[in-house]
């Protein structure tokens, strides 16, 4: 079992920067790749971004290329969302999930690899 507890959201201007954090329970948390998911009112929930256990491949959702940050810090159990730039249209319930082994871009952006998610995180982007 393992438990994500996410921290770091708010409320931000457009153009401005957040860093959510995402701390995980146990003791295999190399084992786990982590993404990062939002879901905005009335829409789907979509990846924003993931990193496989080692952090030997990453992925990004086309719209947060180039502004956002995924890492992770295994001997913390932590994993990070760095967010720069951020946009109104980011505005969203951001979750953290763990998923064991993943590591193809496939397997690290399809909601259904990760077996635990996070409770979520509120990101509100101001116009």
């Not at 790749?33 to 491949?57: C, D, H, L, Y």
């Not at 969302?81 to 109104?88: D, G, T, V, Y």
């Not at 399809?110 to 509120?122: C, E, F, K, V």
Request: glycine share 12%; charged share 20%.
């Amino acid at each position: 079992q393992v438990q994500l507890v996410e921290l770091g959201g708010g409320l931000v201007q457009a153009g401005g920067s957040l860093r959510l954090s995402c701390a995980a329970s146990g003791r295999t948390f190399s084992n786990y790749a982590m993404g990062w998911f939002r879901q905005a009112p009335g829409k789907e929930r979509e990846s924003v971004a993931a990193i496989s256990g080692t952090g030997g491949n990453t992925y990004y959702e086309d719209s947060v290329k180039g502004r956002f940050t995924i890492s992770r810090d295994n001997a913390k159990n932590t994993v990070y969302l760095r967010m720069n730039s951020l946009k109104p249209e980011d505005t969203a319930v951001y979750y953290c999930a763990a998923g064991r082994w993943a590591y193809r871009d496939h397997e690290l952006k399809t909601a259904a690899t990760y077996d635990y998610w996070g409770q979520g995180t509120q990101v509100t982007v101001s116009s």
